[in-house]
C-alpha cells in the first residue's frame, strides 16, 4: 500500500502541486513524513466488539495491523475510566 501512495504522489500529486504553486524545483514540493490516524474508543470498556470492529476497519484502511493504547491518564471532563 506505502509503494501505490508513494508512486501515486511522486507521478500525480507533485507535478500538480508544483504547477499550481509555481515551485522553481521539484524538491520544494512538500513531503508526507508521517500520517497518524486515532480512533477514540469511549465504548470500548463497554463493548468490547466495538473495539474489534475498529482494529479491524483500521486494518482495512492502512494495510497494517493498530496498535492499540489506552489513555495515559484520567480525563473526567470525558469521563474515561482509567484501568
Known amino acids: 500500500?506505502?509503494?501505490?501512495?508513494?508512486?501515486?504522489?511522486?507521478?500525480?500529486?507533485?507535478?500538480?502541486?508544483n504547477k499550481k504553486f509555481k515551485f522553481s524545483s521539484i524538491m520544494q514540493v512538500p513531503r508526507l513524513e508521517k500520517i497518524v490516524l486515532n480512533v477514540g474508543m469511549g465504548e470500548a470498556h463497554t463493548n468490547?466488539?466495538?473495539?474489534?470492529?475498529?482494529?479491524?476497519?483500521?486494518?482495512?484502511?492502512?494495510?497494517?495491523?493498530?496498535v492499540k493504547t489506552k489513555a495515559k491518564n484520567?480525563?473526567?471532563?470525558?469521563?474515561s475510566e482509567k484501568e
Open 74 to 79: 484520567l480525563s473526567l471532563g470525558l469521563k
Open 1 to 17: 500500500m506505502a509503494a501505490r501512495l508513494r508512486t501515486k504522489y511522486k507521478k500525480e500529486i507533485v507535478p500538480e502541486l
Open 48 to 66: 468490547p466488539k466495538a473495539l474489534e470492529a475498529a482494529v479491524e476497519e483500521l486494518a482495512l484502511i492502512t494495510g497494517q495491523r493498530p
